[in-house]
Structures are given as C-alpha cells and as structure tokens.
C-alpha cells in the first residue's frame, strides 16, 4: 500500500484518481534516472558457498537523455515577454519599449527572484525523466512565488480535456526524529479555486503510514510557520485558473490510458536502457576477465616448505594474480610432463563498442531523438551530438512537440503571476491581468542556417522570400526597431567603404586625365 491508496481513506476531500501502480511505475522511472535500477544489482551464491555482491557498470542513458532534451526545448536565451492586452496596434513595428511596460517589468523581476531559468531547465529534466513535474505559485511577504515539486508528489484528482484542474501536492518534512507530510489540497467550487493546507504526523517515513492528522499547528516545525490549516478561496470572477500547474511531456500515456499522468521520454524504452547497461558492464568486465591467465600444475608452482615458518613457499609471486594451479595427478599423470599453459582470451571490446553503438542509435529512435544523437567512443565514453539540428529531423519535430505544452505552461505561468498580485494588496503591482504572453524559444541550436537558407533560396525561384530588415531581425532576436537601427547602420558603412563613383575616379575629372 502507498500514498494513493492512503489518501482514499481522507474523508474530508475528493479522492484521487490514481493508483499505488502508477506511482510504483514512478518509483521505479526515478530509479533508472538515479542509476539505481534493479537490474545494476548483482547478488547470487557461488559454488563454494560464498556470494557475489556488486553493482553493474551503467551508462546511466536515462538521465543523459532527460537532461539532453530539457537543454533543448529550454535554456537561458528564452525570452519571456508581457505586455497588457490590445496596448498596441499588431501592424506597429516591435521596439524595445515593449519591454518597458509595468507588467513585463513585473513578471520579468518575479522570474528572476525566483531563479525561474535554472530552476525551470532543472525540473523539465525531471520532467523528461519522470513523467512530470507540478509548478504552485502563491503569495509570500509581498512577493509571488514560484514553487516546483516532482511527479511522485503529485496526485490528481479531476482532469478534463485542458489538463488537471484538482489535485494534492504531497510534501515530506523531517523534524525531531518524526515525519510531517504536509498535503495542499487544490480543490475548486462553482465560485472559488479553494487551497487547503493539512499536516500529518508519523513515527516511520513510510507511504504505508500517513501519519495521524495534526489540528493544533502552535507547535508545528518551523517549516510550517507560514502556513495556516483555514483555506484559502481564490475568487473565479478574479482568478481565471487553479495556482498551480501540472506539466508533462507530449507523449501518449500508453502504459495507462485513462490516467492523467505523464510518462518520461524512456518509458517505452526500459529493455533497452538495460540491454545498454549489461553491455557497458560487460566492456568492463572484459578487461577484468580478460586479463593474462597461465594454467600449471600445483606441484611445479611450488618450492619448498620453509622450516621457520612451516609454510609452503612457491616460485611465483600470487599477488600478480596470473597463475591458475591445478592437480594433474588426479587423471593419472605424473605432474612432471604437463607443462604451464597460457590461456589467456582475447579482448573482444571492439565488438562490444560495436554494440553499445547500435543499441544506443535504437534507443535514441526510441525516445525521439534522431538516431544520430548519441554515439560510445571507448576513449571518450557517451558523446552527444553538437551539430545544429535539421528541421525535418526526429529530434526537432520532438523539441517542438514537447515546447506546444511547455509555452502553454509558461503562459499559464504568468497569467497566475499578475492575477496573485493584483489581488493580494501586500504586494507592490499596479497594472493589469488582462495580458497577451509570447514565449520565444532559443531555436539557434536546433535550426541549421544553411538549410534555411537553402530553403528561403528555392522556395521562390532563387529572389529572396523576405525583406533584409526581417532577415536581421530573426537572425538576431531582436525587435523592428532595433533591425531598423542595424540595416542603417549596415547601408552607412557599405556607403562609406564603396564610395561615390566621383571618388573611384578623382573628383571631376574624366578617366585617364590629370585634375593640374
């Protein structure tokens, strides 16, 4: 029994919609993410009655690939842009001042108190790795803030066709030799989205054992101090969506159907990331096993027993770990006529390299990468693909596929941001709720510009297919106004290089002729 199951038995609220199965799935996703699976362990009973224990060499692929594909739907060259609805007209050029109204300047501070950049990127790799992650803002001393959680503390409760809109968030807390899980339950009405905060005490940090519920918080952990058991009521006719936000990659949940969960990138590619792991393991071990071994009889190994000491004294050195001995005169031989044997196997690490190579092609198709993506050098290990990305590839259709929820999210994100403050008066904010959000994702490492260009060129017959002031402003990130400065500047200095034609031939005079 887990947390799932624990949480049906609160009869206060809603129950959750998911099961201890799918959380067990979770469980095992953060494993392979930890490099701690199962499949690393190796315990077994030898023959002479000793055991085996050790853990496998591991490639550790499902973090790599989890960390990969966050760096590539989101890094710090996003750019995150408020700007209060209607407040200009579409047709006007973009300029910098755009980026001046209060609550661009707002959100764009909140973001950064908050580390949102590198906190986010951090958590879209758990996301990829896990199948999820929750974001829950809230008001805290005259600021928003930003709060992540992973997906096994998440437990949903209603979900439609715009995602999860009721859950619980599940926090554990150690203090004084006792375990607090604190749940916020994110319940809604017909007028209000209603928080509600409830700590349970326990002596075992066990799922089994939620714990007995604790109504007199005066003596609550610091941890808790500002934090209240009485609901807060965010008003619907204030507040256009719940404060929190449950985001998933964009795949399938194809191992359950109904559940509103998300799976991570590798979920249907288990077998692989182990076939990978046994092999890499395997290379090591070659070099183990592989290593000089030399067969001898027992009796030509040794020399004498020394008198001192009553110990039998050999004329090899065992600590090099070469010589196997064995009893030859136990088939009847003599122990004289058999000779030391080197039986010492060839290395096969070559073809263990070989595939180690075409198992990692496989699952990078697995997982929505090109094939390309990552390759095993023996000198270098696991090496990524750096080149920039062609647009028709796997790996780019899968960054935009996985940035459609992501944007969504960061949108959402934003909206909660102004309608926390405009609504709570401890926090400073004088403008608007009523927003319009662009989420520009960095694309420079993922567009190859000479596929672009070879593109634009035979898209209409080899003439251009855009102005040279919309080239500039998309090759640099930047506004109408800011490409309008750069073409001028471009057009003055071409201008000043090239001349007039006066100053090609001297002046007034013709071509050929002194001006004395």
Known sequence: MGLATELQ??????????????????AKWFSIY?????????QKKLPDDSYLNRKKMSLNMGQVAAKKMASLVFNQKAVITVSPKNAKNPDDPSSPDDYQTVENQFVQQTLKDNHFYNNFERYLEYMFATGGIVIRLYTDRGKVKIRFATADA????TSDANGVSEAVIASKFMSDSHYYTLLEWHEETDTDYVVTNEVYKSTTNSNDDLGVKIDDWSNLPDAFKNMSPQPTRYSKKLYSRPTFIYLKPNLANNLHIDSPLGIPIYANAIDTLRQLDEAYDLLFQEFVKGKRRIAAPANQLKREVDPQ???????????????????????GGDGESVKPTDITLGLRNEAIVAGINDLLHFYSSQIGFSADMFTFDSKQGVIT????????????????SHETLIGEAI???????VELAKNDSGVQYSGQTD??????????????RNDNLDYYMKANGNHPV???????????????????????????????AEGTIEDVVGGNGKDGEDNA
């Open 9 to 26: 038995s609160v009869t206060d609220h809603k129950k959750v919609m998911a099961d201890d199965d799918q959380y067990g799935l979770i």
């Open 385 to 400: 693909a750096t080149a920039v990305i062609s647009e028709n590839s796997d790996t780019y259709q899968s960054k935009n």
């Open 411 to 417: 949108e959402h994100i934003c909206q909660i941001i």
């Open 466 to 496: 855009m102005t040279q002031l919309e080239a500039i402003k998309r090759a640099n990130g930047i506004t109408d106004v800011e490409a309008q400065q750069v073409l001028d500047q471009i057009n003055a200095e071409t201008a000043n």
């Open 154 to 157: 998440f437990y949903p409760i």
């Open 34 to 42: 930890q490099s701690t699976p199962e499949w690393l362990k190796i």
């Open 435 to 448: 927003i319009d959000i662009s989420v520009n994702f960095d694309d420079s490492i993922a567009k190859d």
């Open 309 to 331: 000491t009553g110990k039998t004294r050999y004329y090899v050195d065992w600590s090099e770990d070469v010589y196997m001995a064995y009893n030859t005169t136990m088939s």
